[in-house]
């Protein structure tokens, strides 16, 4: 099981609103990562995670939080996002913290969320 | 500051031939890179992975080869397919030695689409 799921697939929120991203591996992966893509950009990392405590935060703004709940799950908590934040959200997980050693990071699906 | 470029957007190739997909970086603590095929609404997917301490990798149809010395690395697709048909996208990584923020980061280049037509 090389998987990396992430829910919902689609996420349409107001500028108002309280919404969670989630994201599961089951392949006894130590780090985790969330990512955001643009239209026809490269993924920027947002948020690393090693041994469920937060090892990079990328800059970025409050609204966006992270949670590692345990070793498997990794959740990206949304609040009073503005239409810019609109883009294609990945998690990524790798076997150790990269940077340590030969190990690739395996991506989800992502969800593709939409600011209105 | 574009660490990780890939300066051809997009490549044309016919099925059979050869796909070379080029990359190159400018932070010489990077030591471990990767290349991504990504479809549209998907996430990235890992093909594969060089350490800068070889010079080639290789993994059924696909190769990559790093010059460390030019800091470029290249993906070589043989023989394309039209399932190959993807954007691709190379990645670094910085080591220990990087400090920073660059330890346990990917940095991507920009990707380049690949179109293999039959």
């Known amino acids: 099981d090389t998987e990396v799921t992430q829910t919902p697939k689609h996420l349409v929120m107001g500028m108002t609103n309280k919404k969670s991203l989630k994201c599961e591996q089951h392949m006894g992966h130590r780090a985790m990562y969330w990512y955001k893509q643009k239209a026809k950009k490269?993924?920027?990392?947002?948020?690393?995670?090693?041994?469920?405590?937060?090892?990079?935060?990328e800059s970025v703004p409050s609204r966006f939080s992270p949670e590692c709940p345990n070793s498997?799950?990794?959740?990206?908590?949304?609040?009073?996002?503005?239409?810019?934040?609109?883009?294609?959200?990945?998690?990524?997980?790798s076997r150790i913290l990269i940077g340590t050693g030969d190990t690739e990071a395996f991506f989800g699906q992502g969800t593709r969320l939409t600011v209105v | 500051d574009q660490q990780v470029k890939q300066n051809s957007p997009s490549?044309?190739?016919q099925e059979g031939r050869i796909s070379i997909l080029n990359c190159d970086y400018t932070n010489s603590m990077?030591?471990?890179?990767?290349?991504y095929k990504k479809y549209p609404a998907e996430g990235p997917t890992?093909?594969?992975s060089i350490s800068s301490i070889k010079d080639k990798n290789e993994d059924g149809r696909f190769t990559v080869f790093l010059n460390k010395s030019a800091k470029h690395l290249s993906l070589h697709i043989v023989p394309?397919?039209?399932g190959d048909?993807?954007?691709?996208?190379?990645a670094?990584?910085?080591?220990?030695?990087?400090?920073?923020?660059s330890y346990g980061k990917l940095t991507f280049g920009q990707g380049t689409i690949l179109t293999v037509h039959p």
């Open chain 1, 42 to 57: 490269p993924p920027e990392l947002m948020f690393v995670y090693s041994y469920e405590k937060l090892s990079i935060n």
């Open chain 1, 72 to 93: 498997s799950l990794l959740n990206l908590h949304l609040h009073a996002l503005q239409p810019e934040d609109s883009a294609l959200y990945l998690c990524a997980s």
């Open chain 2, 11 to 13: 490549l044309s190739v």
């Open chain 2, 30 to 35: 990077f030591d471990y890179f990767l290349w």
């Open chain 2, 46 to 48: 890992f093909l594969i």
């Open chain 2, 80 to 82: 394309s397919q039209p």
């Open chain 2, 85 to 90: 048909s993807a954007v691709y996208f190379c």
């Open chain 2, 92 to 101: 670094a990584r910085g080591g220990r030695g990087a400090g920073g923020t």
